[in-house]
């Protein structure tokens, strides 16, 4: 951000702040699925922008003002906000289950997903099982999702092969998927980005197809 003046500086930390405060209005009820959906978008936005360089380059007299403004510091509203995202998924699977199509919420799946995945390389003690549950049900998710579309069967198969070895029998017990359902990359080419859980992130580096045949 040293490229950055105080004006866009204080103008970015607004927008911030605004949004902040939008997503916590529209997020406060979430009886119907599409509602929950809905607040899960936000989550997901306030993640995005709060763990991006453009946050983590500010200097600390613009991280002060910023703090201030939302009540807790950029990293707690991280923490918080996949929190309630973690939380929304687990009530949607409740109310709903994921039996039906829906593309959308299958983003969710691979966002915590893969959340829970870097987690539990670099976390030890009782939050891994926390981020153990939390995966094995994104995992459940495309499995469901897998009777619809081959796309959720191959990312189904790239988590179970990123999964610890000590975690292939809780997977056997819970997922419930047959060998041959998971597909691999070299069966499928798609656009879809895999492991993309940041705003940062380069979407086109992630991409499957670029994994599979001809690709790296």
Do not use: T
């Given at each position: 951000m040293s490229a950055q003046t105080p004006v866009s500086n204080f103008l970015f930390i607004t927008r911030l702040g605004n949004i902040y405060g939008l997503i916590g209005q529209f997020s406060c009820a979430y009886d119907q699925a599409d509602t929950i959906l809905g607040s899960m978008h936000y989550y997901n936005i306030l993640i995005s922008l709060f763990e991006s360089s453009a946050v983590a380059g500010l200097e600390n007299s613009d991280l002060s003002t910023l703090t201030q403004r939302l009540g807790k510091t950029p990293k707690e509203v991280v923490s918080d906000a996949r929190c309630y995202l973690e939380t929304l998924l687990r009530l949607y699977y409740l109310r709903h289950s994921f039996d039906a199509l829906d593309t959308y919420v299958m983003h969710y799946f691979g966002l915590l997903g893969f959340m829970s995945l870097n987690d539990i390389k670099t976390e030890v003690g009782s939050p891994i099982n926390d981020k153990?549950?939390?995966?094995?049900?994104?995992?459940?998710g495309?499995?469901?999702q897998g009777r619809y579309h081959y796309v959720a069967n191959v990312?189904?198969?790239?988590?179970?092969?990123?999964?610890?070895?000590?975690?292939?029998?809780?997977?056997?017990?819970?997922?419930?998927?047959e060998e041959k359902q998971l597909l691999t990359l070299q069966q499928i080419r798609s656009q879809y980005a895999l492991n993309v859980v940041g705003i940062d992130d380069k979407a086109e580096n992630q991409r499957m197809s670029d994994f599979g045949p001809g690709g790296r």
């Open positions: 153990l549950s939390l995966l094995i049900l994104c995992a459940k495309f499995r469901d990312i189904l198969g790239i988590i179970r092969g990123a999964m610890r070895p000590e975690d292939d029998d809780l997977f056997k017990r819970h997922v419930h998927v």
